[in-house]
């Protein structure tokens, strides 16, 4: 039994829960609103590791980041108003993104509420909509039951995010003497019944051209070989949902690609020819599904088996022919233990979707000085096969999605939310939780600032990252839609941008500009030689939208 013997602060207790629930690392950006929360860190700062970042958007995201990075919730505190709208953009993601994590956010005095006053917002009422849970906490003594359901709750189920508004006052009243701090929370695993099971294993014999997509939270590098060792016995080809390539090796036989933004024709066109389609923890979103076109809802063509860990997600959009409510971990060990063999009937269409897939590695001819595919394939064979990918929203990310195959989980860490500005602090978390790892950040030029500022926390906690910036001068994705939508009415996409290689050195980086491929290498080796992290500042052809397209056909298409 956990119980203090003296009294103690809300903060104190706060803190203690923490330590209990196992916080090893928190982000934040510091606030007047919980400064006893602070101090009692200070206490505990060889056991709890503060992050400071420079804004919260950055510290929720790098959250975020820990989150996916450990399976254990990433935790961010942050101030009130301000402060929690700046890192409501974190919470979406990992809502979005199945990511467990707890955001703590102060609050006024209670004495103060519904006085509108000073950075005073309704938390609960606010992140209703983008959290699993929203609550305040009124009492100093109820603490440990209201952070224990927040982890429990961030790890359950379809794992998200929990946000708890702590109002001023509570953080510094006493606390009696005798305060449980409750037990670590623990994440539940749900698996399959035996006879779902049956009834899968029926439906696979009876297949000739079965096909599986796994995403979604709660994954481990333990799932990710049960369901290769799945494909392997039966003869089963495996695709993956938007940023989630790193869950099985992509050099695998049985891999066929990523249903990302833009997915490949000849993947897309393998689902459609597929007669079973097995879905394990993807919720078959809108970007997954290519607008809900490649399959149509509420009922597939295919038989359909959909595993997800929340029954509430099953029969959401798409009605399955046999829905089991599952974990990942659960039902992947489920599927490996499922006797039969189908692999030699089947090896064609396993072959043959595999081929597909080796063929979209394959790089067009490019008279461009700098070719992103180009940059991109010398990044990834200079370094090791664990090196964390991480990048946030633009038409640059589809260079790293289709040329660096990702071949260890967990090494891709990408915002399924389309959030821009979340390579730059995932790749801060990434690098403090696996120092030994090496840690690549992609961005745009438009991706690059919005949280390009935590620069300075690498710099801070002597964070060695590659950072690559890809300035093309615009806001490319939107301004592909513009192109196709609008042909030759530019407006609102162009972009007049800083000496990034300057501006990294300013924050005590190394900084290189590369315009030439032929310029690239020894720019590279010049970076990881570095002592501290670096950036690269690759300009690219403005004319080249996306991996395939290039404005003047796009206007062509549009025009004719």
Not at 26 to 34: A, L, N, R, T
Not at 188 to 201: F, G, V
Not at 359 to 387: G, H, I, M, N, W
Request: hydrophobic letters at 45%.
């Amino acid at each position: 039994m956990d119980s203090a013997n003296t009294s103690r602060r809300g903060a104190d207790i706060l803190v203690s829960c923490l330590l209990k629930q196992g916080v090893d690392r928190i982000f934040c950006v510091p606030g007047e609103s919980y400064l006893p929360v602070l101090d009692a860190l200070h206490d505990v700062r060889d056991e709890i590791d503060l992050v400071v970042c420079r804004q919260e958007g950055g510290a929720a995201n790098m959250a975020d980041a820990y989150g996916k990075l450990t399976g254990r919730p990433g935790i961010c505190f942050v101030t009130r108003g301000p402060g929690a709208t700046n890192a409501s953009i974190g919470i979406h993601t990992a809502f979005q993104d199945s990511t467990p994590l707890v955001m703590f956010v102060g609050q006024v005095g209670r004495g103060m509420k519904d006085r509108e006053g000073f950075q005073e917002v309704d938390f609960a009422a606010m992140f209703a909509p983008l959290a699993k849970w929203a609550a305040e906490v009124n009492d100093p003594n109820r603490l440990p039951e209201y952070i224990h359901r927040a982890f429990q709750t961030a790890l359950a189920g379809r794992p998200g995010p929990v946000v708890l508004s702590l109002p001023e006052d509570i953080l510094s009243e006493i606390v009696g003497p005798e305060i449980e701090l409750g037990v670590p929370a623990a994440r539940l695993e749900s698996a399959p019944t035996p006879a779902q099971t049956e009834r899968l294993s029926q439906l696979l014999e009876a297949s000739q051209k079965p096909l599986m997509i796994v995403g979604g939270g709660g994954w481990s590098a333990e799932a990710g070989r049960h369901v290769v060792a799945f494909a392997e016995r039966h003869g089963i080809p495996v695709a993956t949902s938007l940023r989630c390539q790193d869950y099985v090796p992509n050099t695998h036989p049985n891999h066929c690609g990523h249903l990302g933004i833009g997915a490949d024709p000849a993947l897309v066109a393998r689902v459609k020819e597929a007669d079973l389609l097995i879905v394990l923890g993807a919720r078959l979103g809108e970007m997954t599904t290519a607008g809900y076109e490649m399959l149509r809802p509420p009922r597939l063509t295919q038989t359909l088996v959909h595993i997800h860990a929340d029954p509430e997600e099953l029969g959401r959009v798409y009605q399955a022919d046999l829905p089991m409510a599952a974990t990942a971990g659960a039902a992947a060990a489920a599927l490996a233990a499922l006797p039969g063999e189908g692999a030699d009937a089947r090896a064609s269409w396993v072959a043959a979707c595999h081929a597909d897939y080796k063929r979209t590695l394959e790089r067009p001819k490019s008279s461009a000085k700098l070719d992103l595919a180009d940059a991109v394939s010398r990044l990834k064979a200079r370094l090791p096969a664990d090196t964390i990918v991480t990048n946030g929203a633009g038409n640059y990310a589809g260079w790293v999605h289709r040329y660096w195959p990702f071949e260890t989980y967990r090494s891709q860490l990408a915002p399924t939310s389309g959030a821009m500005g979340y390579g730059v602090p995932a790749a801060v978390a990434a690098k403090l939780t696996f120092p030994n790892r090496e840690v690549v950040a992609f961005a745009g030029d438009g991706c690059f600032l919005m949280n390009g500022q935590e620069l300075a926390t690498a710099a801070q906690y002597d964070a060695k990252i590659l950072f690559v910036v890809a300035n093309n001068g615009m806001y490319g994705t939107i301004r592909m839609h513009q192109e196709r939508e609008f042909p030759r009415r530019v407006y609102g996409t162009d972009l007049k941008n800083p000496d990034f290689a300057a501006l990294a050195r300013a924050y005590g980086l190394h900084g290189e500009r590369v315009e030439d491929i032929a310029e690239f290498d020894a720019a590279l080796e010049r970076s990881l030689a570095a002592p501290g992290a670096a950036l690269l500042e690759l300009v690219t052809d403005p004319d080249v939208i996306s991996v395939r397209t290039t404005i003047a056909a796009l206007r062509q298409r549009a025009l004719a």
